[in-house]
C-alpha cells in the first residue's frame, strides 16, 4: 500500500487550487502542531485534515487508509509515552504523524506528480547561490517517488512467493531478496545516470 498515495483526476476545488497554495496548507497544517504540542488542536488540526482529504472525492479506502505497518508504529509510539506517564503526548504524537499524511495526500492526489516536482525545484532555484542544486533535488525527488511503489511491488512479490514455499514466517527468507533487489535497482538507476551525464556535482 502506498503511504503518501498517488494523483487521482477529478475537479473539485483542491484538484483547481495552485501547487503553491498546496504547499502551505500542507505547512499551515503541519507545523503549528509540531510548536504547541497540546491534544486538542492535534485533534483539531487531524479533523480539519480529514475533512479536507474527503472534499477530494476520492475514494475513502484510497484517501484513508493506512497501512498496518503505520498502526504498528503509531501503537509503539502511543505505547512509549503512555509508559512514560504522557497521556497527552501520546494523543500529540499519533495525531500529528496521521495529520502529516493526510496532509500530504491533499498534495499528492490532487496533483500530479511532475508539477509538484517543478514547483518545489522552481521554489529552490533562490538557494542556488547556497550552493543548492535545484535540478538535483528535483531528480532525487523524482527517483524516490518512482522508487517507492517499485519497492512495495518487489516487497508484494517476495512475500507471495515465500508464502507458495511455506517460509512466510521467515524474516530472513522475507528481508534479504527485497534488499539484493533493491540494491540491484538502485545501480541500475545509478548507472543510467551516469550514462547520461546526470547527477553529477
Given amino acids: 500500500m502506498n503511504l503518501f498515495r498517488l494523483y487521482v483526476p477529478g475537479d473539485t476545488w483542491l484538484h483547481r487550487l495552485g501547487v503553491g ?21 492535534s485533534l483539531a488540526v487531524l479533523a480539519v485534515s480529514a475533512l479536507l482529504l474527503a ?5 475513502a479506502r484510497l484517501a484513508f ?10 501503537a509503539i509510539l502511543a505505547g512509549y509515552q503512555l509508559a512514560l506517564g504522557r497521556p497527552d503526548l501520546a494523543v500529540v504524537v499519533s495525531a500529528n ?20 516536482i517543478d514547483a518545489l525545484v522552481a521554489a529552490l532555484r533562490p538557494f542556488r547561490r547556497l550552493g543548492v542544486n535545484p535540478e538535483q533535488v528535483g531528480l532525487a525527488i523524482a527517483i524516490m517517488v518512482r522508487s517507492v511503489p ?7 512479490q517476495v512475500r507471495q512467493a515465500a508464502r507458495a514455499r511455506g517460509r512466510d514466517r521467515n524474516l530472513f527468507a522475507l528481508v534479504t531478496p527485497v534488499v539484493v533487489r533493491a540494491v540491484g535497482q538502485a545501480q541500475a538507476t545509478g548507472a543510467a545516470l551516469a550514462a547520461r551525464g546526470l547527477g553529477e556535482s
Avoid: E, N
Avoid at 487508509?65 to 503509531?74: E, F, N, S, V
Avoid at 504523524?97 to 509538484?116: E, F, Q
Fill in 97 to 116: 504523524l496521521v495529520t502529516a499524511i493526510y496532509a500530504s495526500r491533499l498534495l499528492t492526489l490532487t496533483t500530479p506528480g511532475p508539477v509538484l
Fill in 150 to 156: 517499485m519497492l512495495l511491488d518487489t516487497v508484494a
Fill in 55 to 59: 472534499s477530494t472525492r476520492v475514494d
Fill in 21 to 41: 497554495w498546496k504547499y502551505l496548507l500542507l505547512l499551515a497544517l503541519t507545523v503549528p502542531v509540531l510548536l504547541f504540542a497540546l491534544p486538542w488542536p
Fill in 65 to 74: 487508509a493506512l497501512p498496518w505497518a503505520l498502526w504498528i508504529l503509531l
